[in-house]
């Protein structure tokens, strides 16, 4: 069955209400450096994934200063590190092994931009990039979108045949993002067949507010795709 990460958590009701519509991981995005409506401090993301029950797994959002992703894995013991900024793709193996080290799994976005629709990377050849982040040691590829304006949340799809070709090429599990919501996410997963699938704005209304009808019809939507 594909796995569900919902993103974006920021409060306990939030967590509650994800955790009841079946979501297999939530996400906390946590000192991001880009101004995002979904930022916490480490001491409201702490206070979240503490009221987050067993077998749903933690997963913090950051990017960018090692620094503070180290010190956010250590403080927040989180069951994966979502490194969703700039990082150079020569430094990325580096600070995979430290977050192992720490005891917790790394994800890695593949980003493609909503203006152009080509892959943010030094590589400009997706299944190429994708094989550089691979190497890296990450535990999980995440495809998503990214605008001038916001580096994920944007509403806007990749596209789902070039994900599925990266699926094919990788031996890492690939995670959808980008665009997704109830309406479109059971043809995304029959069209990608995605080891998991990864919600924040597409769930929300306004922005930054998770709605319950909208969340649990996502989860109901991956559900039947289910076999």
């Known amino acids: ?10 409060t306990e009701t939030d967590v509650h209400l994800c955790v009841a519509a079946g979501a297999a991981a939530l996400g906390f995005v946590v000192e991001y450096p880009v101004d995002v409506p979904w930022n916490l401090n480490r001491r409201s993301a702490a206070a979240l994934m503490r009221v987050t029950p067993p077998f749903v797994s933690r997963v913090i959002v950051v990017g960018d200063d090692t620094d503070t992703v180290i010190g956010l894995t250590e403080q927040l013991r989180p069951h994966a590190v979502q490194l969703h900024g700039n990082e150079p793709i020569a430094e990325t193996a580096a600070l995979v092994a430290e977050i192992h080290q720490l005891g917790a799994q790394a994800l890695k976005p593949l980003r493609f931009s909503t203006e152009t629709g080509e892959c943010r990377d030094a590589c400009t050849d997706p299944l190429e990039a994708a094989r550089r982040i691979e190497n ?3 535990d999980a590829l995440i495809l998503d979108s990214v605008s001038d304006t916001r580096p994920a949340g944007t509403g806007r799809s990749v596209d789902w045949g070039l994900a599925r070709r990266i699926r094919d090429h990788v031996r890492l599990p690939l995670i959808l993002a980008g665009g997704l919501n109830a309406g479109n996410v059971g043809r995304a997963v029959a069209a990608v067949q995605p080891y998991g699938v990864d919600v924040i704005s597409g769930v929300e209304n306004p922005v930054g507010r998770k709605d319950p009808a909208r969340v649990f019809a996502f989860v109901q939507a991956v559900a039947g795709q289910a076999g």
Do not use: E
């Not at 069955?1 to 920021?10: D, H, Q």
């Open 136 to 138: 890296t040691g990450v």
């Open 1 to 10: 069955m594909t796995r569900i990460k919902i993103c974006g958590i920021s």
